[in-house]
């Protein structure tokens, strides 16, 4: 039998080694001391453990609806642009380990939907950290009034992200969005 820290060491190895066979190419998730051999980042915990992200997703846009329709609100639809803006802000937070609205370069949530392209009148961004089911997430944003007030808010689209840092911890974003009628 191999004692604790040996097999957690030896789990952690074959997992970053898996990663790196299986070519995924995302944000690093840790930061390694410099190599004089040129190599892909190692993957997120995201890639590696959390493959579905699509079904959460879907899980994370049903839930708002299902609040918004018991408010007598429209449903909210999907958009790309806003979904990306989120997943990046996820992955940026697990990256640094920090559940903040500012991005690692001083971004705010305006700016990251601004440079996926999104043309907006209105836009918004909750954002949690934890291990939380979607029901667990739903309730402590409908518990928070600045969070209520966006998934209640009048907004007519919606992107979520998230993704986990390497001690297992999920962040999450959501992006919300009134695009500008043309």
Request: aromatic share 6%; hydrophobic share 40%.
């Amino acid at each position: 039998m191999i004692p604790r820290t040996s097999r957690q060491a030896h789990v952690w190895a074959l997992g970053a080694w898996t990663a790196v066979v299986a070519g995924c190419a995302s944000a690093a998730v840790r930061e390694d001391p410099p190599s004089r051999v040129p190599r892909t980042p190692p993957p997120s915990r995201q890639d590696r453990d959390e493959p579905d992200l699509e079904r959460l997703r879907v899980e994370v846009v049903a839930a708002h609806n299902r609040i918004r329709a018991a408010a007598k609100l429209p449903a909210l639809e999907t958009s790309e642009r806003l979904q990306a803006a989120a997943q990046a802000h996820a992955r940026d937070m697990a990256v640094r380990r920090k559940m903040i609205h500012q991005g690692s370069k001083g971004s705010r949530p305006i700016d990251r939907i601004k440079a996926t392209g999104y043309p907006y009148r209105r836009a918004g961004e909750n954002i949690a950290a934890g291990l939380f089911s979607v029901d667990q997430l739903m309730k402590g944003w409908m518990n928070s009034p600045p969070h209520k007030r966006n998934i209640l808010g009048g907004f007519s689209q919606i992107g979520v992200g998230c993704a986990i840092d390497v001690d297992g911890k999920r962040y999450w974003c959501v992006t919300f969005g009134l695009p500008l009628r043309r």
